[in-house]
């Protein structure tokens, strides 16, 4: 069964750098066939992909975030991290790390969450 | 970018069929899915590939999707069913959401 488990702090002063990791087990993050994901939700909002990574390192962002966003991954350590620059309050939201299929798109598998707020 | 919409609310009766739509320049080409999530829960997905369910979802579940216009039907909706609903389309290889609808089962 694939699990995914994010991690990194809960607080974020404004302007300062966002960074989480996301920590796979039951799969290979250079397994192919997938991409790896992150999406956030703003409380009481909905959904908004972040971007996503492949096996081969392509990546592909969401064009309102792209000139913020960073994401990496490690393919021995089977992680894949975010790195969010210049944090506004508009960034607190619960981030999700996913599982992406590479054809179809849809997102079987889903971590928990983790609520990141921006304040000072 | 592309963007899929989804009216905010849908409101059915228990036992009654529930019918959320997402719409989108030509989203009949792409692929469709759709997530559940209740409060303070991670989505859960329902129907991918416009019309597949993942083992595991009720056969009350199911989607439809051509021309603009994608479509989540719950038949004999219960309860339970009541959560927020979300369309998904895969497009070139990127992720797009739509806003989101809540059921209420009244």
């Known amino acids: 069964q694939v699990q995914l488990q994010e991690s990194g702090p809960g607080l974020v002063k404004p302007s300062q750098t966002l960074s989480l990791t996301c920590t796979v087990s039951?799969?290979?993050?250079?397994?192919?066939?997938?991409?790896w994901s992150w999406v956030r939700q703003p409380p009481g909002k909905g959904l908004e992909w972040i971007g996503h990574?492949?096996?081969?390192?392509?990546?592909h962002y969401n064009p309102s975030l792209k000139n913020r966003i960073t994401i990496s991954a490690d393919m021995s350590k089977t992680l894949f991290s975010l790195t969010l620059t210049s944090v506004t309050a508009a960034d607190t939201a619960v981030y999700y790390c996913?599982?992406?299929?590479?054809?179809?798109?849809?997102?079987?598998?889903w971590g928990k969450g983790t609520l990141v707020t921006v304040s000072s | 970018s592309y963007e899929v919409t989804q009216p905010p609310s849908v409101s059915v009766s228990p036992g009654q069929t529930a019918s959320i739509t997402c719409a989108g320049q030509?989203?009949?080409?792409?692929?469709v899915c759709w997530y559940q999530q209740r409060p303070g829960q991670s989505p859960v997905l329902v129907i991918f590939?416009?019309?597949k369910r993942p083992s595991g979802i009720p056969e009350r579940f199911s989607g439809s999707n051509s021309g603009n216009t994608a479509t989540l039907t719950i038949s004999g909706t219960q309860a339970l069913d009541e959560a927020d609903y979300y369309c998904?389309?895969?497009?070139?290889?990127?992720?797009?959401f739509g806003g989101g609808t809540k059921l209420t089962v009244l």
């Open positions: 996913a599982r992406v299929g590479f054809t179809y798109g849809h997102i079987p598998y």
């Open positions: 039951g799969d290979s993050i250079n397994s192919g066939d997938y991409f």
């Open positions: 030509n989203l009949g080409d792409k692929f």
């Open positions: 590939q416009d019309t």
């Open positions: 998904q389309a895969w497009v070139g290889r990127t992720v797009v």
């Open positions: 990574i492949s096996y081969t390192n392509a990546s």
